[in-house]
């Protein structure tokens, strides 16, 4: 109708020189898209808020109207309209970017009833109940894995896309999907104390913590429009006082009235109070789409400040989990030996050392014997009978303690070692660490390409460990044989340094007071963890270290944009706000300097949710 109208008025149409039908077809017009706008207006004077956008252009347009320009009217609020439904489409976009973890919360779960089995909801399901899922389906909540062994697909958690092979008694997390047989499941959480509802709760929240900017946009945005609602009436009443002193001055009241509405419709904060929270908005959305969640776009703001980066070894930087590394049997035994032997003593011990060489045995298809008889040797190791021999493992103090001879490199050797004898002769040793992670190398690199030089890595573990992890990563500084009262120590001396800004990267679970009083607290493989994300500021899903930098990636270009919307917003509205009190704007340009920089902005806000980071 706005466009037909023009037309009409263009080709000099005789039924539209009638100013009541022009005024009758511009009103019909106006109804769709200005009654709505109106009525929130209306509303947020009730709720004591009146300078809002809506009383701004409801002013603007019934002013348009009142001065005859009614195609102006309409357009402002025509371009205002496709401004909102923009900026709606692009708030639902980046919000399915945030909520896609929604989509993982299953409906119901098959509880194994006796000789039966019952469908339930997951709120009904009691811990210590057995759930049976099929292939296809969601872990309904988190348990342990009854089977020997199944493959599951966390892509919806963590964005791995490779599916992960869980072995019996590990863990398994709500929103996890079977993907090869039938398996059974112990919970271990109710419903709502599961990682994953904790994780939807973060989710759901995470926009409740506001950036520095955008807290003062919002601010700003309560004081400047009375402000220009006042400067715009100044516009018209101070040349009229001008008038009355200056008889000469000729004073149009009309023409006076137009630039005020003119500068009211340009001052609209629409572009700042929308495209800043967006921004930010789309940032926690494309950290969500790599597996990275932020409590609150403070954090997404306080990421680009870090200039210092302290990390926890194991579990961060190292698999957090011992595997068997090297085999070294004496000159008489072969390696399947020494294997058979260790794994065969150690099924009675339940240290996870023990256990990763147990596991290595079974994963070799390596013969395992049980003990006859069985001894423990408190901080050495175990003594055991196997066909009537006399065999040790433990720690090389085991065989100094029987006055066993072995070679003087085993004590050299910096990593944990298993050493074993036989009937009073060394037979070899079986070297056991916790190896780093895949991209652990990589993570380092990335951090150092942003700038960031001051790397530092903290460890419980012994300190020739540590610093062998550290020169292989090319980390600079590696401390080791730390408490957690020791890593809060040197993290409180880092801070003593006011230009340090510091993220600390750990498993969220021993590491949790330096996580909270670090600047930004990153917490790795979160998803498991209660600790994590009561605790951390960010957590990493995925279980990556090379994550960090990305999360970085994603807070500076999040910080790009919001600079730019600012930007973009204040100049453009500057200029048009300048031309339009100086009468060479009109109502167009004021739509443009309003609703175009707000479409402007918000595509650029947008545009995060497309990057590749």
């Not at 194994?112 to 009691?126: L, Q, Y």
């Amino acid at each position: 109708m706005l466009i037909a109208g023009i037309i009409f008025s263009a080709t000099d149409l005789s039924f539209f020189s009638n100013n009541w039908i022009r005024l009758a077809w511009y009103i019909i017009a106006y109804i769709p898209v200005g009654i709505p706008v109106i009525m929130e207006a209306w509303e947020s004077i009730r709720q004591k808020d009146v300078f809002s956008e809506y009383t701004l252009m409801s002013i603007a347009t019934i002013g348009a109207f009142f001065i005859g320009e009614y195609p102006e009217g309409v357009a402002v609020m025509l371009f205002y309209a496709v401004g909102e439904l923009f900026q709606d489409s692009a708030v639902n976009r980046a919000k399915r970017s945030i909520s896609a973890l929604l989509d993982v919360r299953p409906e119901t779960a098959t509880v194994i009833k006796t000789n039966r089995t019952e469908t339930v909801s997951p709120e009904d399901v009691n811990v210590g109940d057995i759930v049976e899922v099929k292939v296809g389906e969601r872990v309904p909540l988190d348990g342990i894995l009854l089977n020997e062994s199944a493959s599951f697909n966390t892509s919806a958690l963590t964005g791995e896309s490779v599916p992960r092979t869980i072995r019996k008694d590990e863990e398994v997390f709500a929103g996890m999907i079977l993907t090869d047989n039938v398996s059974r499941i112990e919970v271990t959480k109710p419903f709502g104390m599961s990682a994953l509802a904790r994780i939807l709760d973060l989710v759901q929240n995470a926009t409740e913590k506001k950036a520095p900017a955008e807290q003062f946009i919002r601010k700003f945005a309560r004081i400047y429009t009375p402000i220009v609602v006042v400067l715009a009436a100044l516009i018209v009443l101070l040349p009229l006082a001008y008038s009355a002193i200056n008889p000469a001055f000729d004073y149009v009241f009309y023409d006076w009235i137009y630039r005020g509405l003119v500068f009211l419709v340009i001052s609209c904060p629409c572009a700042l109070v929308i495209s800043i929270p967006l921004g930010y908005f789309g940032g926690i959305g494309a950290a969500s789409r790599n597996g990275i969640l932020f409590k609150g776009s403070n954090y997404l703001e306080a990421i680009t400040k870090v200039n210092t980066v302290v990390m926890d070894k194991t579990g961060t930087l190292t698999q957090g989990v011992f595997k068997v590394q090297k085999i070294v049997p004496a000159n008489h035994l072969l390696e399947t030996d020494l294997v058979n032997i260790v794994a065969s003593v150690e099924t009675q011990s339940t240290h996870p050392i023990a256990k990763a060489i147990v596991e290595y045995a079974k994963q070799q298809n390596i013969e395992i014997i049980k003990p006859e008889i069985v001894n423990e040797i408190a901080g050495h190791g175990l003594q055991a009978s196997i066909d009537k021999k006399i065999v040790l493992v433990g720690n090389p103090k085991l065989l100094t303690k029987n006055s066993i001879e072995f070679p003087a490199e085993i004590t050299t050797i910096p990593e944990t070692i298993v050493t074993c004898a036989i009937d009073g002769l060394y037979a070899g040793y079986i070297l056991v660490a916790d190896a780093p992670k895949e991209d652990a190398f990589i993570a380092v690199n990335a951090l150092r390409e942003l700038g960031i030089k001051n790397i530092v890595m903290l460890s419980g573990d012994k300190q020739a460990i540590v610093s062998k992890l550290a020169t292989e990563l090319n980390i600079g500084q590696a401390y080791g044989d730390l408490l957690p009262e020791g890593k809060v120590e040197y993290v409180e001396q880092l801070k003593s340094d006011p230009s340090n800004n510091i993220a600390f990267i750990g498993d969220g679970i021993n590491d949790a007071p330096v996580l909270a009083m670090s600047d930004v607290g990153i917490a790795m493989g979160g998803l498991g963890s209660d600790v994590a994300i009561e605790t951390a500021d960010v957590i990493i899903q995925t279980d990556q270290p090379s994550r960090i930098a990305t999360a970085i990636r994603i807070g500076k270009a999040t910080r790009r944009i919001v600079i730019q919307n600012i930007s973009l917003a204040f100049g453009v509205k500057l200029i048009v706000l300048i031309l339009g009190a100086g009468g060479i704007a009109t109502l167009w340009e004021a739509v443009f300097a309003d609703v175009g920089v707000s479409l402007l902005a918000i595509l650029n806000a947008i545009r995060i949710l497309r990057m590749k980071f």
